[in-house]
């Protein structure tokens, strides 16, 4: 079981070393990376919602969140991405974007892409699943920060920080979900390390997880929702 934590951690670190690596190839350094700035959320209304979802918003709106906001387990929609079930979403996208589907399906693939195929959250535990492999950490608030990206829009980076644990697993972790008040997530991307800094300039590599018990063609209704 050691040698399995051992393994997972190794990857988990080749991960973030090279999600860190990707940065230096990015636009930019002012941690120009959104969950807003994501395709899919251009095709909200500019009500009240959807311009915070959007990431248009006052900083005396954003209030802090508690990890219970993403209590729950969850899945990567890479796998779905890879199979072709999402192709559906992409072809949308093409219709009512500037891409085409294929340029799409590039630019989400480097987004969800991720060994970390499983994440269940309980009170203040986090446990990262690769397969039947995991490692878990507790986790405590460590804030939020506030981004602002290049066309303008802003988004909300909820940060919490290991307090115990697992060695292996990542000093950091950092939601973002298009909220900014306490709220349950439906969905969200989520952005893990031991460089908090760092990983607030992240932005090419954005793992989502929607929930487990959602299957492929749920996952595409929610998105296409959006």
Not at 142 to 147: A, K, M, P, R, T
Not at 166 to 191: C, M, N, R, V
Request: hydrophobic share 30%; net charge negative; proline share 3%.
């Amino acid at each position: 079981m050691q040698k399995t934590i051992k393994k997972l951690g190794y990857a988990l670190s080749v991960s973030s070393a090279l999600l860190f690596a990707g940065q230096a190839l990015s636009e930019g350094t002012s941690g120009a990376q959104t969950s807003s700035g994501h395709d899919h959320a251009q095709s909200h209304s500019h009500d009240a919602k959807g311009s915070v979802y959007e990431g248009y918003f006052e900083d005396d709106q954003v209030k802090p969140r508690a990890l219970s906001d993403w209590e729950g387990d969850w899945q990567s929609v890479y796998p779905y991405l890879v199979d072709g079930t999402l192709d559906p979403v992409l072809a949308d996208k093409a219709k009512h974007g500037d891409k085409s589907a294929g340029e799409y399906r590039a630019y989400y693939d480097a987004g969800y892409k991720t060994g970390i195929d499983r994440i269940a959250i309980e009170g203040s535990n986090v446990t990262f699943f690769r397969g039947k492999e995991s490692i878990s950490g507790n986790y405590e608030t460590d804030g939020h920060e506030i981004l602002t990206y290049k066309k303008g829009n802003r988004g909300v980076r909820y940060v919490f920080k290991k307090t115990g644990g697992d060695g292996t697993a990542p000093q950091f972790i950092q939601f973002s979900d298009h909220i900014i008040t306490p709220e349950k997530a439906g969905h969200y991307h989520l952005y893990w390390g031991n460089d908090r800094a760092a990983l607030l300039k992240e932005v090419t590599n954005w793992p989502t997880y929607y929930p487990s018990h959602l299957n492929g063609k749920q996952i595409v209704d929610e998105m296409l929702a959006h």
